[in-house]
Structure formats: C-alpha cells, structure tokens
C-alpha cells in the first residue's frame, strides 16, 4: 500500500457511455491498488434519484422516536439502528468500546416472504412516510445498476476476461442506509466515534455525502486524510470481500467518521455485495491464493452477531 495525502479521482464516462474502458481500468487498478477509496464522478446516477433520498432521510429521522422504533432493526437487519445499538467490535483498528454515535434506516433487497434456507431474506419495514419507499427503492435500484457496472470494471482492473463471478451478483445483497450523524461535542472522548476506524467488509461501497463532511481515510502510516463532500462525485471504496477475491490486490482502506462540526450530518451508504450464498475466494488469474475460501453467509453471521444488538443470540442459542 502507498502512503498518499489525497483522494483519487476517476471519470466513469467510458463506462457509463459504453466507450473504451481500458485507461480507466487503469486507473482504477492504481486507485484501489494504492489507496482503496476514490471518487467517481460522471457516475450517470441522476441528481434527483439522489436529492429525493436524502430528502427521505431526513423526513424519517424527524420522525418521533416510538415511530423510527415501531420499525426497529430485525434479525433479517432490516428497519430502524438506534444510536448506541452498534459497536465495532470486531475492529483491529482501535480499541472500540462505545457505540456508534449515529442513527440509520437499514433497507435491503425486498422479499416478500423470508426463506429459512437464505440469509437475511425477508421483506423491509417501511415507515408511514408518503413517497419514502418509492425514494429508496429508485436510488437502489440505480445503485445497484452502477454496482455491476463497477465489478465488470474491477474485473477488467485485475486482467480477469472469465466474468462467470459477475452471477454471483445476478442476485446481489444490497444494504442502503440512511445514516444521520448528530453533532458531537468537541469534548467527547477521543473514543467516541460516530463511525469507529473499521473496514467495510463486503465488495463495493458507494457513499453519497451532505455538505457537513467528516468522512476520513487511515493511510498506511497512519494519518488521517479528510475525504470531504464533492457534490458531483460518489466517494466508492473497496471492502473484505472484494480485497479477498482479488487476492489483496484491491485494499480495503481503514475510515472513520467523527462529526464535530455543531451540524447535523447525513450519509447515504449504499453496500453491493453478492449473493450470500456465495463462496469468497481469490479469482483465478489473481495468482497464488493467500487467502481461504469463506462463505459470505457464515461470514454476515459472525460479524452482524457480533456488531448489532438485534443479532445478539438469545438465551436459547438462536
């Protein structure tokens, strides 16, 4: 990994428009091989799309409490995250024992029925809110169209002409989350986070940030670089998964969020991932595999276990 001081820039118009996309896999193989993270800009997600989610963001999280928590967060990770019911746990990045500062609705792919045999298959919860679902669904939706279009460039990054991998994602995991950063004082203890140093741990993520900022990127000596809004770009960032199945090749960065700014902060995360009975493992033509095969499922299991009170087992081993 190579020390860096700034955020990568990369033009999706080759990709979007169908063009020559082999500079730009270039870039991308230097963006996610040196740094993780990056902005995309001429992304083709439509500025309303984008306006119309963050408007529903901040209409839910207005709402009173008993209504955010008539739809708390399932066991299929679904509905509404309080603030202070998710700890990194999990993390090697700093010592976490106090929860996320942040609140967040938690939208996937919507089944009508959960299947036992799939994990986390089920139906969302919806708030009453007019136009709510249909504002999520539509950002989703062209979300998770950039989200192939971005594992196709990845694959071509990597040297990768077998794309048999992208059905894994015919049916992906999606994860859409509306998070809202209330503003922290800037007295609060130096471990109190509104998003604890972590790594994401699916394949992409591609953030759309307010204006507030906060938003910070660990470089491998150990800095914190800002990653501040860009009203026309997505900041997109590389996690576990696609780190494994690139056989370490594509790095997934450490990040942060602290907001002291004395605003009110909201992000909209979007995580596509593949399906989750997928089996992880480095892509033939990465070269020697260092890394063990794992199922994703298993994998959510543990970590979502481990992070949320809504997953924590029960009494009788559930």
């Known amino acids: 990994m190579t020390e860096f001081t700034d ?18 896999a270039r870039d991308f193989a230097i963006a996610y091989g040196e740094t993780g993270f990056g902005y995309v800009i ?16 901040k209409r839910f999280h207005a709402l009173p409490l008993a209504a955010k928590e008539a739809i708390a967060l399932n066991r299929n990770h679904r509905g509404y995250i309080a603030i202070n019911t998710s700890t990194d746990v999990n993390s090697d990045l700093a010592e976490v024992t106090k929860p996320n500062q942040s609140a967040s609705f938690m939208m996937m792919r919507e089944d009508a029925v ?6 986390l298959s089920g139906p969302n919860q919806w708030p009453d809110l007019e136009g709510f679902r249909a504002a999520c669904e539509a950002y989703a939706a062209a979300m998770t169209g950039l989200g192939r279009s971005l594992m196709g460039l990845a694959l071509e990054a990597l040297g990768i002409d077998d794309r048999s991998v992208l059905a894994a994602f015919a049916e992906p995991t999606i994860w859409l989350r509306l998070l809202h950063y209330p503003p922290q004082s800037p007295q609060a203890p130096e471990d109190l986070y509104g998003s604890a140093p972590h790594k994401d741990f699916g394949c992409l ?42 056989n370490g090749r ?69």
């Open 205 to 246: 993520t591609l953030l759309a940030q307010d204006d507030v900022g906060g938003l910070r990127v660990q470089t491998p000596a150990g800095r914190w670089v800002d990653a501040p809004p860009r009203e026309d770009a997505l900041v997109v960032n590389v996690g576990d998964m696609l780190h494994r199945m690139s």
């Open 7 to 24: 955020i990568p820039v990369l033009d999706l118009a080759p990709l979007i428009s169908g063009g020559d996309t082999a500079t730009l």
């Open 114 to 119: 959960a299947d036992p045999d799939i994990y």
């Open 42 to 57: 001429n992304h083709g997600i439509d500025p309303a799309l984008r306006e119309a989610v963050f408007a529903a963001s």
């Open 250 to 318: 594509l790095l997934s960065t450490p990040h942060r969020v602290i907001n002291t700014t004395g605003r009110e902060r909201y992000s909209v995360p979007f995580f596509f991932d593949p399906h989750v009975s997928t089996e992880i493992a480095p892509l033939p033509g990465t070269g020697t595999p260092h890394f063990e095969p794992l199922n994703f499922g298993d994998f959510l299991r543990r970590e979502l276990e481990a992070g949320y009170d809504a997953h924590a087992s029960d009494p009788a081993g559930r």
